[in-house]
């Protein structure tokens, strides 16, 4: 199979042929639709996250069909539609975190695309209880964002509460899908960009922003919460003073650059800063679910999978609206 390699941080991805991986037990094998390009792939690359396995095949948006299927799958069938998210093994029942309902905090998670292989390749192995059913409403490209910048971007949204002015900072993949669901609950969304990026402006008041400006300045009115998607670090003194007393302030990133002192007077008043980890199962069902009802459309640029180089330089320089989509082999369907 044909297959994106990365064999270094900071080196570009290689084409090259690797053996059709076996499924174990408890994994389904999946031929490789699409796979959305997610900025923790860039972090990876560009070794910010620092324990990748190596050579590793990235991607974690994955959208395919089953292939073949191990001894011990239950509940899925060959020939199935299936998505495999970022998260893709916990231990189940050894750690305080599996025992407690926070399988996103695991000791012994693994991840796709980072300790396992993924979706840059036109076959993957994934294991079963962790793969998540697809409505059919969605087609292959469409449905891919979901698997993580929706995924991780709803359970950061369920983290501000019943917040109803929304900040949402850095308006890329995340945002786009998550400004709709908030504008179907009947919230308001306050979209900061880049300094000058009039043309990501335009499309956060497209989708329903009710005000879209740069990230360096205050918002027209205070906001009951706000959501960081981009990795900027100073980006959180500059939320922290854009929300009410008691407000919050959630990092949705994996990673992000270092964060500036701050006077402690705009985090008192019992505002919140905290950081979402990861996703759970629950959170993959409970979104998937709630997706289709609003229902969220993703805006999708297209790659085939031997220029994914291509592909995440224009995740990294802005280059375009919504999200980025790998079409595997051509199979992805529109």
Known sequence: MRAMILSAPRQPLRLIDLPLPKPNPEQVLI?????????????????ELIEPKLPLVLGHQIVGTIEDIGERVKGFTIGQRVGVPWLGYTCGVHCRYCLSDQEN???????????????????????????????????????????????????????????QKLGFYGF???????????RYQGRQVFAFTRSGDIEGQNFARQLGASWAGDSDVLPPEPLDAAIIFAPMGQLVPA???????GGTVVCAGIHMSKIPAFPYEILWQERVLRSVANLTR????????????????????????????????????GLFDGSVVLVIDGKGSS
């Open 31 to 47: 031929r490789v639709h699409a796979c959305a390009v997610c900025r923790t792939d860039l972090h990876i690359v560009d070794g």
């Open 105 to 163: 905090l695991c000791d012994y998670a693994g991840f796709t695309g980072y300790n396992f292989d993924g979706g840059y390749a036109e076959y993957t192995v994934a294991d079963h209880r962790f793969c998540l059913t697809l409505d059919p409403s969605y087609s292959d490209l469409q449905v891919a964002p979901l698997l993580c910048a929706g995924l991780i971007g709803y359970r950061a949204y369920r983290m501000t509460g019943d917040a």
């Open 172 to 182: 890329g993949s995340s945002a786009h899908i998550l400004i709709q669901l908030a």
């Open 239 to 245: 939320a922290l003073r854009a929300v009410v007393k």
């Open 282 to 317: 629950k959170d993959g069902e409970e979104f998937l679910a709630l997706a289709p009802k609003v229902p969220i459309q993703t805006q999708v640029s297209l790659f085939p999978l031997a220029e994914a180089n291509e592909a995440l330089n224009a995740l990294r320089n």
